[in-house]
């Protein structure tokens, strides 16, 4: 069966800043879910501004992987919206969070945290370290790469302590921040991953679309054995 992969995006500053649409005319989404796609995968996109956010209980239902971009617009995803997305989570669809996706309601409630960091604007050089050779989202690259230009985060990045950690990045400033971490929350994966900053061509860089692809087939929900909750029978005569 293919993996069914659905890119969301808040799709704001594209729709509000000329240069981020010349930037990427298909949206930050569309570019992202074009790299996507290939024989083995079924993508599909969805926005904020559809109802429901094009979240709905079907397109979740059908949904392995989710790839969540945001960053002016969190607040305005609806509760019900951002519990449905946990509840997938938890019952095992893969969820992957860019750039300020980091301050998405699904993520906070997921971390349990604020997810807070230090920013600041001015096109510093980034380079990133993989800190994890050996996991699968670094296949296919170099021990580091550079990103020429983009927003700086900074530690101490309010999240609880990863699983994993397979990115480090290292600021033109001097500010690192961990910048490609994975959890898991019930039988789901999650990897947030910081690049994405929408006034650069982030998304157009080789090393991030093969990232972000590794980060798909890692997040692909596995079959796992059965599980069943609340009050069940003993399988085995009690007291006898």
């Known amino acids: 069966m293919p993996t069914r992969v659905t890119v969301w995006n808040e799709n704001v500053h594209e729709r509000e800043e000329p240069e981020v649409a010349e930037r990427y005319p298909k949206g930050i989404h569309g570019t992202i879910a074009e790299h996507l796609e290939g024989p083995d995968r079924e993508v599909r996109t969805a926005t904020l501004q559809e109802p429901e956010h094009g979240l709905d209980e079907e397109t979740l239902d059908a949904t392995d992987v989710l790839v969540w971009w945001s960053h002016c617009a969190n607040d305005e995803v609806t509760d019900a919206v951002a519990k449905r997305v946990v509840d ?19 993520f906070t409630r997921l971390m349990g945290t604020t997810c807070n960091i230090k920013y600041r604007h001015g096109g510093e050089r980034e380079r990133v370290w993989v800190a994890d050779p050996g996991h699968p989202i670094a296949d296919g690259l170099d021990e580091q790469f550079v990103i020429p230009a983009t927003e700086t985060y900074g530690e101490p990045y309010d999240i609880p302590e990863p699983d994993r950690t397979v990115f480090i990045s290292w600021f033109e400033g001097g500010d690192v921040f961990r910048s490609g971490v994975c959890y898991r929350r019930g039988r789901g994966r999650i990897f947030a991953f910081r690049p994405g900053h929408e006034e650069y061509p982030i998304f157009h860089q ?35």
């Open 88 to 106: 997938r989570v938890h019952e095992g669809m893969g969820f992957i969070p860019l750039h300020s996706g980091k301050n998405s309601k699904p």
């Open 206 to 240: 080789d090393e991030v679309k093969q990232v972000i692809d590794n980060a798909v087939e890692w997040a692909t929900p596995t079959e796992g054995a059965s599980a069943r909750w609340g009050k069940t029978d003993p399988l085995e005569p009690v007291g006898e």
